[in-house]
């Protein structure tokens, strides 16, 4: 039997100590009364695997556990939250295992199973299927059990989910690669927001989670009607969902409600992902079912009448545990800065997780999510960045209908996810997911001018068509995943071989455009609606895509490591502009990557990659054949520096890019004028990227960005646009972000937390008269106080979390995105304030 001995420093042996124990635990001896101590520790551990709820209890603890290896194999705690003695932490993290502890010397003790009956020697795989041995009988003397495995991956998920609610580090992420793949062994920057940085920050768009990493940027040009931001300079619509493509976010705004963590992967992601922005994509992976009870309740009250709730339960539906389920909900009724701007929705995601058996666990997961947000047009530049004869705009006015504005979106998903292991170094994958978007209820009003008078703003109007509706679309994706890790030649391979089958399809799609009244700034009526029809639009597109991917993670070398991957697409799209007419075109696709990690030492990773890129031009322009354009592609080269330091609780990656953006459309200079336009165009992004996530100490998390982003027009037929900065890319931004809670003393509990996020000057676009937007530095900051309650209370709760968050603390006044460099400029958020209460079951 191994024996295995975990301290607060990871691996360090207790030499000779435990020799002599072995032979006790082997033949089931009875334990000794637990070890009795006057001093407390506050304990936070929920739920999880044996192995690490027992790391998390010695590092609070600093006691030395001893036990064999096959004991904790596939066990999972119930987990300890609450002050207690040592002694008593650790019988609770014990409960329902089949194990008990016994001393050796003073805080040094070592685990062994319990005399206990077959039923409770069974319930000691925790979540995992039960299993009676062949010929046990009830009560029997010689009965055993014989527990049936929980699924690794399982496993694994119920680890990472536990990292990422109590630290701000990953070190592991599946957006890469496609496989749990650690992520210093990826040469290419990727980057992950844990739920810790969400709750703690209280971000409910992606957006605004995703401010942290070095080279995004905000590109929020409504009051959270879309999700908009921009990736090494370039605008990134590949929004992801638990590795299936996701589009209805960008129409529909993510929130964070039942997020678990946010990966982002830099570049170009074609060689696994197919057809995307050249800029990377980001891949939500959402909350999962788990074995034991967990309930919290959330209830905000913020500025501009601000009113939300959020519910989270899982647990078991059987007794066996081999069912789980989980359901998170949120509700919000909320205003905004803007005038008559609402920011409600409402959305409720159920998910079902069956492990079927040892080797096979199966999810199934639904999503409904309906958001009312009416429109916004934003404000022009004479009276916010420029000087305005009548005075500045206020940052609260409204452009469009006021009160008679009428958007209402809504999309629905419906997926599963199933695994099978067929041992330790093979499995497959094979994920689906569903999802209807629907644009209901349009009634809106854009600004399209301002007249001489700088006050009289023109603008147009659009209306859905006869049911008020104007917009279907239906994803389906599927994917399938062999996974196979196995020596060739002396060397280690990882692969991977995978075929993926996407179709985005968009019912007819008509409305009309109306004329709409003028708007005086600085005396707005509201009373008039839309005017007469300019004329009608109609459109109806379907897009499907076929492909197959192949990647190899080889190890040259135990410290020197080659990635390469290929994937073939073949896309075809069909649009009818009009009911009568329809264009088509059918494109292929050869996307690879190539990248070397070398590691001189352990913590530090020296990697370099180069990769392609593709993405589908489904623009109205045509060419003068008539006929749709050929597929952009992308270019990237990259080198950078990873660490992982102080245990793996310190992350930084430090990155140098050049990226390439090309077959852009431009206009035809001869055939411009009928609409035609020509393939000539290229845009370049290049710079230096510094990201870094930190556990320093106990309950002290740092995360931090920097990047310097060079992005310009390199070609184009319009002389004007040559080396032009790309609309809204600052040359620097940084970004830094801390929360500390105190361990001990009188203020232990309380917590507190801030940040700075800085970006210089910004080209408000590429098109239209040069306009500089000045740069700015925001401020924010929270408090905090986590306490855990006594055992037996009448709310029957574990902790009260009280939380007030700060955005924009000094209220300074910026841009934080423009349509375009004249007519619609969009503010941030003025000072807002937070307040939390949450409660945990």
Avoid: C
Avoid at 462 to 484: A, D, L
Avoid at 558 to 583: A, C, E, M, W
């Amino acid at each position: 039997m191994i024996f295995k001995v975990r301290s607060k420093i990871r691996g360090a042996m207790v030499a000779g100590l435990l020799v002599g124990e072995l032979g006790s635990i082997a033949y089931g001896a009875s334990p000794t009364q637990p070890v009795q101590s006057d001093q407390t520790f506050a304990f936070e551990i929920p739920s999880q695997p044996l192995p690490s709820a027992l790391d998390a209890f010695i590092k609070v603890t600093n006691w030395q556990v001893g036990y064999g290896s096959d004991l904790a194999q596939g066990v999972v705690s119930p987990g300890v939250t609450g002050q207690y003695p040592p002694g008593e932490a650790l019988t609770r993290i014990l409960d329902g295992t089949g194990l008990t502890y016994r001393s050796i010397n003073g805080d040094t003790v070592t685990l062994e199973r319990t005399n206990t009956s077959a039923a409770s020697a069974a319930a000691a795989v925790g979540v995992g299927a039960m299993a009676a041995a062949e010929g046990m009988s009830s009560g029997g003397a010689g009965s055993q059990s014989k527990p049936v495995k929980v699924p690794e991956i399982f496993v694994k998920d119920v680890r990472e989910r536990e990292n990422d609610t109590k630290s701000y580090v990953a070190e592991e992420a599946s957006t890469a690669t496609r496989t749990d793949t650690p992520i210093r062994d990826v040469p290419q920057s990727i980057q992950v927001i844990t739920r810790k940085v969400i709750e703690e920050q209280r971000t409910f768009r992606l957006a605004d989670s995703l401010q942290n990493i070095a080279g995004i940027v905000t590109d929020r040009n409504t009051q959270g009607l879309n999700d908009a931001f921009l990736i090494r300079g370039f605008s990134v619509t590949n929004i992801y969902r638990n590795g299936l493509i996701d589009p209805s976010n960008i129409n529909n705004a993510t929130d964070n409600y039942n997020v678990q963590r946010l990966e982002v992967l830099k570049g170009p992601a074609s060689v696994l992902y197919g057809q995307g922005d050249p800029g990377g994509i980001v891949n939500l992976v959402t909350k999962k079912p788990l074995a034991d009870p967990y309930y919290s309740a959330n209830v905000m009250i913020g500025s501009y009448n601000f009113y939300r709730t959020e519910l989270d339960a899982t647990g078991p539906l059987n007794a066996s545990k081999t069912v789980l389920y989980r359901i998170n909900f949120a509700g919000q009724k909320a205003e905004s800065f803007v005038d008559y701007v609402k920011r409600d929705l409402i959305a409720v995601s159920p998910a079902i997780t069956w492990l079927i058996g040892a080797k096979t666990t199966l999810t199934v997961e639904a999503d409904y999510l309906k958001r009312q947000n009416p429109d916004y047009g934003g404000l022009p530049a004479l009276g916010t960045v420029l000087p305005n004869i009548n005075g500045a705009l206020p940052r609260n006015r409204n452009t469009t209908l006021g009160e008679k504005e009428r958007y209402e979106r809504t999309q629905t998903r419906v997926g599963y996810d199933l695994t099978h292991q067929f041992n330790n170094d093979w499995a497959i994958r094979n994920a689906y997911r569903y999802t209807i978007f629907e644009e209901n209820q349009l009634l809106s009003a854009f600004p399209t001018g301002l007249l001489p008078d700088q006050r009289t703003l023109t603008r147009a109007g659009i209306e859905g068509g006869s049911t008020g509706s104007i917009w279907h679309r239906h994803f389906h994706n599927m994917f399938t995943n062999v996974t196979g890790h196995f020596p060739l030649l002396g060397m280690d391979h990882r692969l991977l071989m995978g075929f993926e089958l996407r179709q985005d399809k968009t019912d007819p799609t008509q409305g009309v455009f109306r004329t709409a009244p003028n708007l005086d700034l600085f005396a707005p009526s509201y009373g008039q609606g839309l005017g007469e029809q300019t004329f009608a639009f109609f459109s109806k597109s379907d897009s499907k895509m076929a492909g197959a991917y192949l990647q190899d993670l080889i190890e040259l070398l135990p410290n020197l490591k080659f990635l390469g991957g290929v994937r073939f697409d073949y896309v075809h799209q069909s649009i009818n502009p009009t009911p009568s007419s329809q264009l088509t075109s059918d494109d292929t696709a050869v996307s690879p990557r190539l990248g070397l990690v070398y590691q001189p030492i352990e913590p530090v990773s020296l990697y370099t990659s180069w990769t392609r890129g593709f993405l589908p031009n489904t623009a109205d322009t045509l060419n003068p054949s008539g006929q749709l354009f050929k597929p952009e592609r992308s270019t990237q080269y990259e080198v950078g520096i990873k660490t992982f330091f102080l245990d793996n609780r310190v992350s930084t990656t430090l990155a140098w890019y050049h990226l390439t953006r090309e077959n852009l459309l431009t206009p035809d200079p001869t055939l411009g004028p009928l609409g035609y336009s020509l393939q000539t165009g290229e845009q370049r992004s290049q710079g230096i990227e510094l990201d870094v996530t930190a556990s320093l100490t106990s309950g002290w998390n740092v995360i931090a960005s920097y990047a310097y982003t060079d992005a310009e027009v390199t070609k184009d037929n319009d002389p004007s646009l040559l080396h032009k900065r790309l609309g809204f890319v600052p040359y620097n931004k940084a970004t830094l972000w801390s929360t500390y809670y105190f361990q001990e003393g009188l203020l232990q509990g309380f917590g507190v937390g801030g940040g700075v996020f800085g970006y210089t000057s910004r080209n408000a676009s590429i098109f239209g008269p040069e306009l500089n937007i000045p740069g700015f530095v925001r401020v924010d900051a929270a408090l905090y106080y986590n306490h855990n309650l006594p055992v037996e209370n009448w709310l029957h709760a574990k902790q009260v979390n009280l939380a007030v968050n700060f955005r924009n603390l000094f209220d300074q006044g910026y841009i934080e995105s423009a349509f375009n460099s004249t007519t619609r400029l969009f503010y941030g958020e003025p000072r807002t304030v937070l307040a939390t209460l949450g409660l945990k079951f």
